[in-house]
């Protein structure tokens, strides 16, 4: 149960930092994508049924709380939980085990999928007729999904102090 908790808890929090806190670091008019980031991060401990609960649920918290007619982000949030289990064991199973290499996995992992996310944003204005030029809004994605997978380093720190199993003491003194 306890684990339920925390996994609904940070997917209210990465929520709230989409809404609130994005706004006040925006780059240029560009804010990263905390959701994706909770999402790859998070996806990494409870691999593909867990990210796929953990998008649809972020999906429709983030649909209702800014408005979004078509659920254009529960399908896109769904897919990224989904899909970054996956991108994670494969990028990760072709590298040694270095420490600082399964970052870098992850780093690329969302860089991935945060412009994935991006370019269906961009397929869906070019959809509904928004005049926008192509190549400013593709370099606008691929700035994006940087700023968003700067942010993943501290976000996946923060995630394994959170979601470690604690450790069992296997001595006892009565």
């Not at 930092?17 to 240029?28: D, E, G, H, M, V």
């Not at 005049?131 to 994006?144: D, F, M, N, P, W």
């Not at 501290?154 to 003491?169: G, I, Q, T």
Request: net charge positive; with cysteine; proline share 3%.
């Amino acid at each position: 149960m306890t684990r339920v908790l925390k996994i609904l808890g940070v997917i209210f929090i990465g929520c709230l930092c989409q809404t609130n806190l994005a706004n006040k670091i925006r780059f240029s008019g560009i804010a990263p994508d905390f959701i994706a980031v909770v999402l790859v991060s998070m996806s990494r401990y409870y691999g593909t049924f867990g990210g796929i609960c953990a998008g649809m649920i972020i999906g429709m918290l983030y649909d209702s709380t800014v408005g979004y007619v078509l659920a254009l982000d529960l399908v896109a949030y769904t897919a990224i939980g989904y899909f970054a289990p996956f991108l994670y064991r494969a990028f990760q199973g072709k590298h040694n085990k270095r420490p600082y290499e399964s970052i870098i996995v992850l780093s690329a992992v969302c860089f991935m999928l945060s412009l994935g996310h991006e370019l269906l944003n961009i397929g869906y204005l070019f959809l509904i007729g928004a005049q926008q030029s192509l190549v400013i809004t593709i370099i606008r994605a691929l700035i994006g999904s940087m700023y968003s997978t700067v942010w993943v380093v501290p976000v996946s720190l923060l995630l394994e102090k959170l979601f470690a199993k604690p450790s069992v003491d296997t001595e006892r003194t009565f």
